[in-house]
């Protein structure tokens, strides 16, 4: 039987990846007494990277897109630093949202709450977050966004 927090994926009609490993010398997540650290999940679906530049190749409505995958990505981290259990939840503390943006764009909050946005639909109130939505020059692998968190857990 699956919990309430599966449960409401599979009526978003997400299915949940396999936490996606590391792409250099960092680790995924650590736990420091209730709290997870999740590193930076970027723009990645089944399909592959979502790779572009917000302001030039992009609209702000496929940043969003992007923004939800990383966020889709961050809670199947959650789902494996918490043994499977997303229900250990306790609440969505930070989200760090990076931007891969021309110099001119500054929609950067727009294209974040993509993730910000999807995590309250999943969570409810414990996810609503403290947050950062910041733009940069490129990204790691030339992808549109990445998004990392913090959260606390039972």
């Known amino acids: ?3 309430k927090y ?3 994926l ?3 009609g997400v299915v949940l990846p396999a936490a996606p490993a590391p792409a250099a010398n960092y680790v995924p997540y650590v736990i420091v007494g209730d709290l997870v650290f999740i590193s930076g999940q970027v723009a990645q679906d ?3 990277r979502i790779c572009g530049k917000l302001g030039d190749d992009f609209t702000v409505e496929q940043g969003q897109a992007a923004a939800k995958t990383c966020a889709i990505n961050l809670i199947a981290q959650l789902k494996s630093a918490c043994d499977g259990d997303l229900d250990r ?3 969505v503390v930070k989200l760090g949202g ?3 943006s021309t110099p001119d764009f500054k929609e950067h909050p727009a294209v974040v709450n993509g993730a910000s946005d999807f995590i309250g639909e999943v969570f409810g109130d414990i996810g609503a977050h ?3 939505a910041v733009g940069s020059s490129s990204l790691p692998l030339g992808v549109a966004v990445e998004i990392d968190g913090i959260f606390q857990i039972s």
Request: no cysteine; net charge positive.
């Open 98 to 100: 990076f931007v891969n």
């Open 130 to 132: 403290a947050r950062a």
């Open 6 to 8: 599966e449960t409401r």
């Open 46 to 48: 089944e399909t592959g």
């Open 10 to 12: 599979a009526e978003l």
């Open 1 to 3: 039987m699956s919990g």
């Open 89 to 91: 939840l306790k609440r």
